[in-house]
């Protein structure tokens, strides 16, 4: 049975750090790539950051760029996410996800989520 | 970028209803969007994928269609387990949420 669970999230001070991790079991996690999504209290998913399977390719969304950094440890089938310079915008329930990929025209990969860990940004 | 853009934003409806949810991409996604159903406080769940792929295990009420740019997604004979917040996603290029469709009863 597939499973991906979150932790590390809390309460932060605006301009602070934090680093989230995702445990992955029940499916083999080198041969995934992996997501983070977010989503704001009340408002919708807004999809964050992704790692390739090996580690060597990321790719992030603008509102995070140069302040997260997304990696992984295959050997441990754990996800990571490294937020820096945290802003008020930054609160939400972040998510672990591997979802869809469309690479030469064909879709590889599965959606499975994690149930995700909260982080508020808040003096 | 490629923006999706969600219609209605809240949709009101009845058991036994047929609802239908509408989703334009910015540019053509061929067929790489899926749909999913988001209830308090859960993690999203797989409705649809490639637009018109039934997810296993999903019940056959539901249903996808389009291409390029514009998507439907259609719930037959609405459930009370239906009432949930319903959004699109597009994977062709990066990936990209639509801003949600709240289904709630009339």
């Known amino acids: 049975q597939v499973h991906l669970v979150e932790s590390g999230g809390g309460v932060v001070q605006p301009g602070r750090s934090l680093s989230l991790s995702c445990a992955v079991s029940?499916?083999?996690?080198?041969?995934?790539?992996m997501h983070w999504v977010r989503q704001a209290p009340g408002k919708g998913l807004e999809w964050v950051a992704f790692?390739?399977?090996?580690?060597?390719?990321?790719f992030y969304a603008d509102s995070v760029k140069g302040r997260f950094t997304v990696s992984r440890d295959n050997s441990k089938n754990t996800l990571y996410l490294q937020m820096n310079s945290l802003r008020a915008e930054d609160t939400a329930v972040y998510y672990c996800?591997?979802?869809?990929?469309?690479?030469?025209?064909?879709?590889?990969?599965?959606?499975?989520w994690g149930q995700g860990t909260t982080v508020t940004v808040s003096s | 970028d490629i923006q999706m853009t969600q219609s209605p934003s809240t949709l009101s409806a009845s058991v036994g209803d047929r609802v239908t949810i509408t989703c334009r991409a910015s540019?053509?996604?061929?067929?790489?969007l899926a749909w999913y159903q988001q209830k308090p406080g859960k993690a999203p769940k797989l409705l649809i994928y490639?637009?018109?792929s039934l997810e296993y295990g999903v019940p056959s009420r539901f249903s996808g269609s389009g291409s390029g740019t514009e998507f439907t997604l259609t719930i037959s004979n609405l459930q009370p387990d239906d009432f949930a917040t319903y959004y699109c996603?597009?994977?062709?290029?990066?990936?990209?949420f639509g801003q949600g469709t709240k289904v709630d009863i009339e």
């Open positions: 540019q053509s996604i061929s067929s790489w």
């Open positions: 029940g499916f083999t996690f080198s041969n995934f790539g």
């Open positions: 790692i390739w399977s090996d580690g060597n390719t990321k």
């Open positions: 996603q597009q994977y062709k290029t990066y990936w990209t």
């Open positions: 996800a591997s979802l869809f990929i469309i690479r030469g025209g064909s879709q590889y990969g599965m959606d499975v």
């Open positions: 490639k637009a018109s």
